[in-house]
């Protein structure tokens, strides 16, 4: 895509996200497509961004909530297994961390400037349930 | 070609058709459905979008963040897009001149709740009454977001909104909530529904239902707006978790007029905890305003009483 200003731009625009036809879309995965730069595919929020999720892998049950509930389809989901978080298309919600049942939550919210292996270094405890009185 | 869902791990295989890097806000429930919506299915999809927080924000140029077929006109027309564009494709099949890759499409209507219940909806009352096959998918977030937080005729009553700004002589809006699906389901439409996020297989199971049936089909979106309704966003799921176990948005459907209630809360939660969790409905809790909030769980009382004898009359 060359930089087209709003003199070049016709009245009406139209976009394609990808650089060939596409065919058979529902069965291709997302590393497989050829995106072109109009697609948002190609963009990134990641600036967005005040605090990050950390992934914690040895606690995940794969439930795929997170996958079901991200508003910006930045859970990278494979073969029914969580993979990781797309970080250049997370901006932050929260959600992601609010929805994991595990315990402790394999997904926690972070800072954005926190490195990973101190974050997975010092994760929480399991808790405890309380004992009801 | 509908796809089977059984279970999470399994939707979870879709390839997805909405991308990321949207502009709308962290925690928007919009593209939590949309997502749903366009992933719950393998059909070819043609996508009419009215003006609102989807279209402005997915739509950005030089980017657009869908990977299925998608125009966007006016605010009001997008019912009457999606009309147009299902006979184009019904003529070019019975001429015969249908590309073989455009077989198995399905048209789908996308608008915000301003869209929908004032703006567009004329136009959407045209479009269902002429049966055009096509699926109209309101996003309701109960304000006009896009544009700054403008009441519409879907904001219910009591809520700050900018032109309804609540102070010491104003409680917020003062009408309740327009009751859209109860005036599609009027027009006769085969199929009408009510959704929230938080339920996803009861949305996916609607909106399979929804693009499978012929003729004109209704979805209301329960669509929490983390920048309007004033909670925090990560808060969605527990907001929408809130609104569908206090009844505020019962989970229903009507087809062919019998109706269906898809999900009955275990412990059904006062409508004051709805409410408490949104910044719109902070002065509520302020004294003197506390007429509001029982009125308000009267009709919601009401209204699940009603649905209960509508479900129990249809079916018999």
């Known amino acids: 895509m060359a930089n087209v200003g709003w003199d070049e731009v016709n009245d009406a625009a139209l976009l394609n996200p990808f650089e060939n036809s596409m065919q058979d879309l529902v069965n291709t995965a997302q590393s497989d497509r050829d995106y072109s730069l109009f697609s948002s595919f190609s963009a990134s929020t990641a600036s967005w961004r005040v605090v990050k999720p950390i992934y914690n892998s040895d606690v995940c049950i794969h439930c795929q909530n997170c996958w079901v509930y991200c508003p910006d389809s930045a859970i990278l989901s494979e073969e029914k297994k969580m993979q990781g978080i797309d970080y250049d298309h997370c901006k932050g919600c929260g959600i992601c961390a609010d929805v994991c049942p595990t315990n402790p939550k394999s997904l926690i919210m972070y800072e954005e400037a926190t490195v990973e292996d101190s974050a997975l270094a010092s994760w929480p405890e399991k808790k405890k349930k309380e004992k009801k009185a | 070609m509908?796809?089977?869902i059984k279970n999470l791990k399994q939707f979870s295989t879709a390839n997805e058709r909405l991308e990321g890097a949207h502009l709308l806000c962290p925690g928007c429930a919009h593209s939590i459905i949309v997502r749903e919506l366009v992933n719950c299915t393998d059909h070819n999809l043609v996508i009419a979008n009215?003006?609102?927080?989807m279209e402005v924000c997915t739509a950005v140029y030089p980017y657009t963040a869908w990977d299925t077929s998608w125009i966007h006109i006016g605010f009001e027309n997008a019912a009457t897009s999606a009309g147009a564009i299902a006979e184009t494709y019904k003529v070019l099949e019975r001429k015969g001149r249908l590309n073989k890759n455009a077989e198995n499409?399905?048209?789908l209507a996308i608008g915000g709740d301003g869209?929908?219940?004032d703006i567009g909806f004329q136009f959407l009352s045209g479009a269902v009454e002429r049966g055009h096959d096509f699926?109209?998918?309101c996003l309701d977030n109960e304000v006009y977001a896009n544009t700054g937080g403008q009441r519409s005729s879907s904001t219910p009553v009591g809520a700050s909104t900018t032109t309804t700004p609540a102070g010491s002589q104003s409680i917020g809006n003062?009408?309740?909530?327009?009751d859209m699906i109860g005036i599609m389901a009027a027009h006769g439409a085969p199929y009408v529904a009510q959704v929230a996020p938080n339920k996803w297989k009861d949305m996916i199971m609607k909106f399979q239902k929804a693009l499978e049936i012929n003729g004109p089909t209704f979805v209301n979106a329960m669509s929490a707006c983390t920048t309007e309704w004033r909670f925090p966003s990560h808060q969605t799921i527990t907001v929408s978790d809130?609104?569908?176990?206090s009844l505020a948005f019962p989970l229903y459907e009507i087809e062919n007029g019998v109706y269906t209630i898809n999900y009955r809360p275990k412990?059904?939660?006062p409508i004051k905890d709805y409410l408490a969790i949104q910044g719109r409905f902070k002065h509520l809790f302020k004294p003197g305003n506390e007429h509001i909030i029982e009125e308000w769980q009267k009709r919601v009382d009401k209204k699940w009483v009603q649905l209960q004898k509508m479900e129990e009359m249809t079916n018999s």
Do not use: P, R
């Not at chain 2, 009215?50 to 927080?53: S, Y």
């Not at chain 2, 003062?174 to 327009?178: G, R, V």
């Open chain 2, 50 to 53: 009215a003006t609102g927080c």
């Open chain 2, 105 to 107: 499409t399905k048209v």
């Open chain 2, 174 to 178: 003062k009408t309740t909530k327009k």
């Open chain 2, 242 to 245: 809130l609104a569908t176990d």
């Open chain 2, 267 to 269: 412990n059904i939660v």
């Open chain 2, 115 to 117: 869209a929908t219940y």
């Open chain 2, 135 to 137: 699926t109209y998918v």
């Open chain 2, 2 to 4: 509908s796809k089977i």
